[in-house]
C-alpha cells in the first residue's frame, strides 16, 4: 500500500518542468518553419512530445482523457517519422521511435525501430567519454532485450497465420492489432478496396496512419465526402489530430470548431438552443410533467415513461455536453502550444466553468468531464 501511494505521488508530479518541454516545441517547430528538412529539428520535436507525455503529470491525464494520449503519439510518431525520413540512419530517432510504439503496443514496427537502432550504434562505436566496456555491455544487453521482442513478434505473426485464414479484410486487420502487428494491419488496409472494410475498415486504418506518423496521408485522403461515411466525431477527430502533429495548429482549431458546431446543433426537433440551455429546458419540463399527473393508474404509467425519457434524454445531453468541454480544453492545449497564452487561459476557464467545483458537481449545479484535470493543471502553469 506504501509503495503503491508512492507510486501514485510520483506519478501526479512532473519529473521535467512542463513549461520547457512546452517552450522547447515552440522552438523546434519555428526551426522547423524555417528549415522543414532540418532533421535535427524534427528530432527534438519529436523527443519533447514523448518527454511531454511521459515524464510530465500529463501521464495521468491522459489516463482521464485518452484524447490527450492519443494526440501526444500522433505528434510525436510524426515528427520522429519525419526526422527518419530525411536522415535515415539517426540513431535515437530509432530509439525513440522504437520505445513510443512499443508502449502503444505496435510491436512489429518497435521491433523494426530497435533493430536500426542497434544496428546503427554499434557501427558508430562508444561515444566520446563513454567507457568502451561499458558500451558493450548495454549493447550486449539492448541484444537480448531485442531477442526477447523477436520472439514475441515471430509467435504473434504465427498465430496471426493460424487464426487469419480465409477473414474478412476488416476481420484480419483487427486481428492483425491485437497481435500487435500494426504495421500488418496497415498494409491490409492499404492494400485493400474502401469497399471490402466498411467505415470502420476506415476508421481503423486513420487510426494506424496516424499512429505510424503518416499524417499526411491522413490530411490528404479525409475531406467532406468522408464526413457523412465516418460521422462527424471520427472525421473531426482524425484530422484534428493530422493538422496538430503537421504544426497546423489554425486549422486543428477549426476542427475543434467545427466539432464543438455539430455537438450543439439542436437535438432532434427540439428548440434552437446550445447543449447546456437544452439541459435547463428538458429539466424544467420534467418537473411541469411530474406537477401535471393526476393520481389514475394511467397517469402515473405515463409519468413513470416520461421519467425514465428524462434520464435518457439527460445523460445524452451531458455526454454531448462533456465532449464539447473537452475539445475547448485541446483548444485551450493548442493555444498554449503556439504560445497564444490569452487564447488558452480563455479556453481553459471556460472549460472548467461547466465543472465550477466540486461542492457543485455534488449538488447538481456542476458536471465533471474527462479533461478537468488538465484544464486545472494548465491554468496553474500559466497563474
Known sequence: MVHA???????????????????????????????????????????CYVRLFKTTRERTWGQ????????????????????????????????????????????????????????????????????????RARAAQREDELGRLARRVDGSNKAYAAQAAGARVLDRARLAVEKGLAARARDILLQSDVAA??????????????????????????????????????????????????GDYARADDECLQLIRTLQA???????????ALLAVVTAQSILNEHAADGSVPSLAWRAYRRAEYYNQVAGLARRL???????????????????MEEAEVALRLALRVWQNEAAVRAGRGLDFNGRALAQGYLKLLE
Not at 211 to 236: C, F, I, M
Not at 268 to 276: F, N, S, Y
Not at 322 to 340: I, M, N, Y
Open 5 to 47: 501511494g508512492q507510486m501514485r505521488f510520483t506519478l501526479l508530479r512532473d519529473d521535467s518542468p512542463t513549461g520547457l518541454l512546452l517552450l522547447a516545441i515552440r522552438a523546434a517547430r519555428r526551426a522547423v518553419a524555417v528549415n522543414p528538412r532540418d532533421a535535427a529539428a524534427h528530432l527534438v520535436l519529436g523527443e
Open 64 to 135: 482521464r482523457m485518452p484524447e490527450l494520449a492519443q494526440l501526444r503519439r500522433s505528434q510525436a510518431s510524426a515528427a520522429l517519422n519525419q526526422a527518419l525520413a530525411l536522415q535515415p540512419n539517426l540513431a535515437q530517432a530509432h530509439l525513440s521511435l522504437g520505445g513510443l510504439y512499443r508502449d502503444m503496443g505496435y510491436l512489429d514496427l518497435a521491433l523494426t525501430h530497435f533493430r536500426a537502432y542497434l544496428r546503427q550504434s554499434k557501427a558508430a562505436g562508444a561515444p566520446p567519454g563513454v567507457d568502451p566496456d561499458e558500451f
Open 197 to 246: 472494410f466498411g467505415p470502420e475498415g476506415m476508421a481503423l486504418e486513420l487510426d494506424l496512419l496516424l499512429g505510424s506518423g503518416r499524417v499526411k496521408l491522413v490530411r490528404d485522403w479525409t475531406n467532406p465526402e468522408q464526413r457523412a461515411v465516418l460521422g462527424p466525431n471520427e472525421y473531426h477527430w482524425v484530422r484534428i489530430q493530422a493538422f496538430a502533429a503537421s
Open 266 to 276: 439542436p437535438v432532434q426537433a427540439g428548440p434552437e438552443l446550445r447543449v447546456d
Open 322 to 340: 462533456k465532449q464539447e468541454t473537452d475539445l475547448t480544453v485541446l483548444r485551450g492545449l493548442l493555444a498554449l502550444e503556439v504560445g497564444d
